[in-house]
């Protein structure tokens, strides 16, 4: 599966989008991004997936960019709750998810 | 989404004992469950794929012998660490990939071994 880059850490403030960035160069046709966040000592929260084209739904906005190479999840108004590390993981049909290190978000007042 | 479940939350045993740890998805068939653990400030680390009624593929470096996984219905799987040490302290989380191929975690286990 191919490798993604995401910056060690972001912040951002209450009530403001917080634009996640994620780099694929290496994704190959056939791989899916898929997003997770993981809260302090929880298990990882599944956000949303796409194959190439921008995808919506009610925790958060997927863009992914014309060749694929990168992508960014979008959180229209983040709240404290949303302080977690993202994940951002490129995957094909039955592969097992790799995770990498992921982006510390802090989300603050 | 979906909701994958595990128990116990938290669990506290002594060296040389064995720990039995359920994940239970409750809302859809999982097929493929799987096994990770997760050390104080690293990410996750797959140790096994399990699949219902076969036998379970394991990471390079996990000891099949000292983690037992058990697949025996399309809802449940259960990791046994057997004779448990110190270093096998750890937080242990499953997830469940459900028909849609998207995998859902559960909320994870936290085993001191005393």
């Known amino acids: 599966d191919a490798k993604t880059t995401q910056p060690p850490s972001m912040d951002c403030a209450e009530g403001r989008a917080a634009n996640l960035p994620c780099n694929h160069s290496t994704i190959s046709g056939n791989e899916y991004v898929y997003w997770y966040r993981q809260i302090h000592s929880q298990g990882p929260q599944y956000i949303i997936h796409?194959?190439?084209n921008n995808e919506t739904n009610e925790m958060a906005s997927l863009i992914i960019t014309e060749d694929r190479k990168s992508s960014t999840l979008i959180l229209p108004h983040a709240t404290l709750r949303d302080t977690a590390v993202y994940y951002c993981?490129?995957?094909?049909?039955?592969?097992?998810?790799?995770f990498g290190k992921g982006t510390m978000l802090l989300v603050s007042p | 989404g979906a909701v994958v479940s595990q128990h116990p939350s938290r669990v506290i045993c002594k060296s040389g004992t064995s720990v039995k740890i359920e994940c239970r998805s409750l809302d859809f068939q999982a097929t493929t469950m799987f096994w990770y653990r997760q050390f104080p400030k690293q990410s996750l680390m797959l140790m096994a794929t399990?699949?219902?009624?076969?036998?379970?593929?394991?990471e390079q470096g996990v000891e099949k012998d000292k983690f037992l996984i058990n697949h025996a219905s399309l809802t449940l799987s259960t990791l046994t660490v057997t004779s448990a040490h110190p270093e096998d302290s750890s937080f242990y989380i499953c997830?469940?990939?459900?028909?849609?191929?998207?995998?859902?975690f559960g909320p994870g286990t936290r085993l001191t071994v005393l």
């Open positions: 399990s699949n219902e009624g076969s036998k379970a593929t394991y």
């Open positions: 997830s469940a990939r459900d028909p849609g191929d998207t995998q859902y």
């Open positions: 796409g194959l190439k």
């Open positions: 993981i490129v995957v094909s049909g039955y592969s097992t998810l790799t």
